[in-house]
């Protein structure tokens, strides 16, 4: 059973920084793709960022240029960097696997961008 683990969520001021991080087992990391998404309340979860097993990567709009996605295959980790957070980037953010046609969802953690 793969579980994915995310943290590094919080409460931030608009123009701050915060990684987000989700650790993943019970699968061979190297072979999956990985994605972050996010809710805000009252809306659809959305794409935020993915990335490939051969590191390639892409982001949604509204991030590009301040958000960097990125992986540690010895690790196990995935990670998100999020830069110059506006207030429109609260919500909770869920990593993703995707590997062998099989998705699997982590349990989300919480960011707040206070303006």
């Known amino acids: 059973q793969v579980q994915l683990v995310e943290s590094g969520g919080g409460l931030v001021q608009a123009g701050g920084s915060l990684r987000l991080s989700c650790a993943a087992s019970?699968?061979?990391?190297?072979?999956?793709?990985f994605y972050w998404y996010r809710q805000a309340p009252g809306k659809q979860r959305e794409l935020v960022a993915g990335?490939?097993?051969?590191?390639?990567?892409n982001y949604v709009d509204s991030v590009k240029g301040r958000f960097t996605i990125s992986r540690d295959n010895a690790k196990n980790t995935v990670y998100l960097q999020m830069n110059s957070l506006k207030a429109e980037d609260t919500g909770v953010y869920y990593c993703?696997?995707?590997?062998?046609?099989?998705?699997?969802w982590g349990q989300g953690t919480q960011v707040t961008v206070s303006s």
């Open positions: 019970g699968t061979i990391f190297s072979d999956n793709s």
């Open positions: 993703q696997s995707y590997g062998r046609g099989r998705r699997y």
């Open positions: 990335i490939t097993s051969a590191g390639a990567t």
